[in-house]
């Protein structure tokens, strides 16, 4: 009888031994899954919301230009991307649709001068939805002392209400020609700041450390 006794014992101490070995392997395996699900879910809540966030526009030209000969990358283009790098900021170009922004040098500057004497507003590719920035870096070479006329499009096909534009400029001699003032009324919800920055075309494209250095003053200045 004894032995009976102590045969149901050792079973029942073999079962309670079984059982605490399962649970403690059911809690290894799903401690880490149930880890795993709130990192998941912090990382969800953390996700960029479109707040406070920043987008460097602009419209650019390779090809041949005026001091600085035959160039891959646009001058204006070289600065926009240094803005972004510095800042974070995303990038978007404005690219026209006409084939004929490929002319020579000369016969662009005269085409380009036609766009502004007939008040042209040239098409481009493509959009951005401005919903997700409230600062906006708007970049452009001087054409005739004014914005290319293609960037009148842009602004005028898109919402700026409530967001905050710096713009910046590339030149071949005549600054910013004060169109700080001429983008404001464009786009008369936005809050247009009136510290422009100008780079000549020829430091952005052959004294890049300098451009950079002119680039992070500015943005130093702005913040």
């Known amino acids: 009888m004894k032995k009976i006794i102590s045969v149901i014992l050792i079973l029942s101490l073999l079962f309670a031994l079984s059982a605490c070995a399962k ?4 809690a290894e395996t799903t401690t880490p899954d149930a880890t795993q699900t709130t990192t998941e879910t912090s990382g969800a809540e953390t996700e960029p919301t479109g707040e406070h966030k920043a987008v460097v526009i602009y419209f650019s030209r390779a090809g041949e230009q005026y001091g600085v000969g035959t160039i891959e990358k646009g001058n204006t283009k ?39 004497a007939d008040n042209a507003r040239p098409e481009y590719k493509g959009n951005i939805n401005l919903s997700s920035y409230d600062t906006v870096y708007l970049g452009y070479p001087i054409w005739w002392g004014d914005l290319p006329m293609i960037v009148y499009s842009f602004l005028e096909n898109n919402n700026f209400s409530g967001k905050t534009v710096y713009a910046f400029c590339t030149h071949a001699g005549s600054g910013d020609a004060g169109t ?9 919800d936005a809050a247009v700041s009136d510290d422009l920055l100008a780079i000549a075309g020829t430091t952005a494209q052959n004294e890049q450390d300098k451009a950079l250095s002119e680039v992070e003053e500015w943005l130093n200045e702005i913040k």
């Open 180 to 188: 700080a003032g001429n983008i404001a009324k464009t786009i008369p």
């Open 23 to 26: 649970t403690g392997s059911e």
């Open 78 to 116: 070289i600065v926009a991307e240094m803005i972004a790098d510095k800042t974070g900021a995303d990038l978007f170009e404005i690219e026209p649709t006409d084939s004929r922004y490929d002319l020579s040098y000369d016969d662009l500057n005269d085409y380009a001068k036609k766009e502004q």
